[in-house]
T-cell receptor, first 113, second 114 residues
């Protein structure tokens, strides 16, 4: 079946540090890949997505590249801010008829001033 | 434009009772998805409805059921509640059935089973 494996958290960084959250997936064919973010007390929001191999999704300074050869979709940001503190979820929707999201376990990020 | 709305915000039930959770999708969206976010178990897919039909369900027992109404709003029903059903239940909607379509999430219903 489909699965998503995320880097274990929690992750604590100082403001302006570089962020990487690793994400790898198992799925047949060409799934669509997503990063969702959940700020404290809020619902899930789409951060970025990529729908085919070598696509780069980007938003709010965050980037992730769809790597078919390594089945990865790592999230990166060059300089984090305190306001980036949240839980980040990597997810996929499979190719084929099923459309539900399969999520990773989530990574808690705390950015200290 | 209004986002996905869910009601109630919080729901407290006792073991064995039934719970009904409601979701209104974004206007124009025909697909509704239900997910469970339980402590320690992450986000798990429950049910997917599109155009009034159940399209897929996750690995949950039959006491989790639902429906989608002609206006595309949806209900999730949980019968014979168990303590482990305590969780945040998230509803999401999307414009169509393509996997490229973003799913927009509501704020969730926090269900507590005592």
């Amino acid at each position: 079946g489909n699965s998503v494996t995320q880097m274990e958290g929690p992750v604590t960084l100082s403001e302006e540090a570089f962020l990487t959250i690793n994400c790898t997936y198992t799925a047949t064919g060409y799934p669509s890949l997503f990063w969702y973010v959940q700020y404290p007390g809020e619902g899930l929001q789409l951060l970025l997505k990529a729908t085919k191999a070598d696509d780069k999704g980007s938003n709010k300074g965050f980037e992730a590249t769809y790597r078919k050869e390594t089945t990865s979709f790592h999230l990166e940001k060059g300089s984090v801010q305190v306001s980036d503190s949240a839980v980040y979820f990597c997810a996929l929707t499979p190719s084929g008829s099923a459309r539900q999201l399969t999520f990773g376990s989530g990574t808690q990020l705390t950015v200290l001033p | 434009e209004a986002g996905v709305t869910q009601s109630p915000t919080h729901l407290i039930k006792t073991r064995g009772q039934q719970a009904t959770l409601r979701c209104s999708p974004i206007s124009g969206h025909t697909s509704v998805y239900w997910y469970q976010q339980a402590l320690g178990l992450g986000l798990q897919f429950l049910l997917w409805y599109d155009e009034g039909e159940e399209r897929n369900r996750g690995n949950f027992p039959p006491r989790f059921s639902g429906r989608q109404f002609p206006n595309y709003s949806s209900e999730l029903n949980v019968n014979a509640l168990e303590l482990e059903d305590s969780a945040l239940y998230l509803c999401a909607s999307s414009e169509g059935t393509s996997g490229y379509n973003e799913q927009f999430f509501g704020p969730g219903t926090r269900l507590t089973v005592l």
